[in-house]
Every structure is written in C-alpha cells, then in structure tokens.
C-alpha cells in the first residue's frame, strides 16, 4: 500500500510539502509513543533533504512519538564533520540545542563491525534463483545495530535510476545504505555481472530482489518515504511500503530517463560539485553509456575532483579499471579484491571483451578532472586537461552531445536498444 501525490509536469511547492509529509505519516501508520529512527541520505543525493527532514522532524513531533533520531545513510561514503552536518541539513549548532536538542544525528559507520549486528543470510540456493545462476554462495546479512534501538525506522530519499540496483531509493537506504560489508560487496558485484546498460532504469532485477530478501529479516517495522526529483523540484512523494517505492520509481522512469534517436560519437558530460570523488562522479558515465556510440568517447567534466576515492583510492589505484569480463576471466587474480571495488572499476570503464589477454573497451572514458594525468594512466582511464575544453565548442559540434549537471538522469536510445556484451563479441 502507498499513501501520496505525484505527477509528470507539476512540481509539489515547498509550502505543500509539509501537510503533504504530514498526511502521508498520519495516514501511514500510527507512531505516537513509539521511537522512531528516520534513514536519509547523503550528500551525493539531490533535492531538498534539509525541508524534509526538517518536515519529518516537525510532522512526528506533532503526532507525539517518543523519541525521534536521524541516521544519515553513507553507505561507504566518508563521514562529515558536525559543521558539514548542520551544513547539509541547513541548521545550526544552537538549532541543534534548542529546536533538536532531544534529537540525535548519526552517521553510517560500514567499516565498524562493533556497531554492526548480523541479522540474517541468503543462502546460496536462494541467491542462485534470485541471481538466475550468476552467483550461488551463501551472504550474510548485517546492518547498523542502531536499528534494533527503535519501535519504527523511516526511511527516506529520492528514487533515481541506479546503475546497479535499477532504481535507487526504498530498501536501498538499508542496503548498502547502512549496512555491513559482506551483502554491500555481493549487491555491488551482481549489478556489475548483468551490467550497467542492462540494469540502470529497469525496475525489477535480481540485485532488487536480493535487496528486498535482505529486508525480510529486520524484524523492526519499515516505513518508505520514497520522493521523485527533477531538476531541482519534487515532483511525487509517497509513503507506506514496497508499493511506494514501485509508485516513485514509475514516475522518476518517466522524469528521469530521457531518450536520443541516436548515439553519439563523443559525449561530454559533467559532474555537479556534489560528487566529490571519481566514486561518486562516476555516475557521469553511468547514465549515458547507452549513449556513446561504438568506438567513441565519454569525457567526465569535474575539474572540483582530485581524488579517485576519498575510501576506496589506494584498493582502484592497485586494481585500476576495466571491463567486466578482464576480471571474470581472470577471477583467481583478483578473488581477494571487495565486489564493490571491482564493481564500480567497470561500471566506470563500461562494458568491453577481453579474448586471449588482451582488452578492448566498446568506449574510451576520459577524465577531465583535478587528477593528474599520471595517475589517470595508472588507473587504466584517458586524460585531458579541463582547461583546454571550451564547453560551448563541445555544444556546437556535430556528433557531440553535451551534459549538464550529469549524473541523476538517465540517458537512452528511442529504439530501446542498449550495448550489449555478446553482441561486442559477435563482431
């Protein structure tokens, strides 16, 4: 069941968003007395997390609860000083004394085992079926024991299309979002083996349902509060269960994924100031792989970036990128490497063959970053300098296209075609 409001051309005004939250908790589920635990999300994600928490915070103190605290869902993500905290949320340090002084904010700690608790585990058969013979090995389950704290957990963030789960949002924010390393590196991995063209804005796969297994065994109640963005606005909010999810990633498949009667040959994309890292600016190229054309270029824009990882930068520098297939062929090199390094190295390098030791890429990836050029080649990625790239040239030539704060929306071709694998090895 979901309780809510969206649609494709009307944005939900601020001034609407309260009574909005308001009604969809109130008609959701009673949590007066209760403690309630609400996950959001971080700052790799857009659109107005300061008013909805700040609505969140408001609407469930009205309705009585007992006790209402805030886990900021990092995933793997370095964690943020206070002041980048009160930052993100829009508040102050006296704020956080008057109006929030009953209210704690936590971060996700995935690296802590101690503040992790084992609550469950797919069995292999399971995630066999589940993964339709991709991966047959048992996982355990872990998550932030924070969890187990509360009467009720909340959990809240936008819905985009996702390289590896499909669409994010919804149980996502549990897995990886605060959960332990052991399904976040599997999760990672599976997304990887079907790969980014295939998964990025399909909204059932195998790495969704192996989120909502992992799911099943929380045993606190789980509330969605799944919310769609476009350029900046909200366009849908909705609350209650998986049915809130599935309505918010309908509409974001409908705000979020834009269609080109053709590839391109080259395709300048650029990363917003929020992705801080190649780990997060690599959606850039996620979203429009689909989109580059056989043999082209994709170049991430972000001359803010000068780390690879700020968590994972010395593991990608040993590892370097590439495609899928240079690891799967060669898994007893790298059988010591975590799934979700390996994951996002060919997320980020794209789909490719690799045939008697040698790998061929279907496209170049070139960083056009702060990251110097010797450590893009240590890296297995292409290197230009930003300086010498005039973006209004890139917009005027033929056979480019040109992406604006990439990274959230999804590009794809008309005809519905996507790069495929095993037809690269059919050429």
């Not at 008057?98 to 995630?127: C, N």
Request: hydrophobic share 35%; aromatic share 10%.
């Amino acid at each position: 069941m979901y309780r809510g409001k969206g649609g494709k051309t009307e944005p939900i005004y601020l001034e609407q968003l309260y009574e909005i939250i308001k009604d969809v908790l109130a008609g959701t589920k009673d949590f007066s007395g209760k403690k309630v635990l609400v996950v959001i999300p971080d700052t790799t994600r857009s659109g107005p997390t300061d008013i909805i928490f700040k609505y969140i915070h408001k609407a469930l103190s009205s309705a009585n609860v007992k006790k209402i605290d805030f886990l900021i869902a990092l995933g793997t993500h370095p964690p943020m000083s206070e002041e980048r905290v009160n930052t993100f949320l829009n508040i102050t340090a006296k704020d956080r004394e008057t109006i929030y002084r009953k209210t704690e904010i936590f971060q996700h700690e995935w690296d802590r085992p101690e503040g992790l608790v084992h609550i469950g585990t797919i069995t292999a058969s399971e995630m066999d079926e589940i993964s339709g013979g991709l991966m047959s090995e048992d996982i355990p389950v872990t998550i932030n024991k924070k969890v187990l704290e509360y009467d009720e957990v909340i959990l809240t963030g936008p819905v985009f299309p996702h390289e590896v789960v499909g669409f994010s949002g919804g149980y996502k924010y549990l897995f990886p979002g605060i959960s332990g390393q052991e399904f976040l590196h599997k999760f990672h991995w599976l997304g990887a083996l079907i790969t980014n063209p295939k998964i990025n804005g399909t909204k059932d796969t195998p790495v969704r349902r192996a989120l909502n297994k992992a799911a099943s065994f929380l045993k606190v109640p789980v509330t969605l509060l799944c919310y769609v963005v476009s350029e900046g606005s909200v366009y849908g909010f909705y609350g209650g269960d998986i049915d809130a999810w599935a309505k918010a990633a309908d509409l974001s498949a409908n705000l979020n994924i834009r269609y080109v009667d053709r590839p391109y040959r080259t395709v300048l994309s650029i990363a917003p100031v929020m992705y801080e890292d190649i780990w997060t600016a690599g959606k850039c190229m996620y979203k429009l792989e689909p989109v580059v054309s056989d043999g082209g270029t994709l170049i991430i824009y972000a001359p803010h970036v000068k780390e690879v990882s700020h968590t994972h930068g010395k593991e990608i520098e040993k590892v370097g990128y590439h495609t899928r297939d240079y690891f799967l062929k060669q898994m007893d090199r790298f059988k010591d490497i975590p799934g979700c390094i390996l994951a996002h190295s060919t997320h980020v390098k794209g789909i490719g063959t690799f045939i008697n030791g040698i790998e061929k890429p279907r496209i170049e990836v070139v960083l056009a970053t702060g990251i110097h050029k010797d450590i893009c080649e240590k890296i297995n990625l292409g290197y230009m300098d930003y300086r010498t790239i005039d973006i209004e040239k890139y917009k005027r030539q033929k056979d480019t296209l040109v992406v604006e704060k990439a990274g959230e929306v999804l590009y794809r071709l008309e005809d519905g075609s996507v790069p495929d694998i095993d037809r690269l090895y059919q050429k």
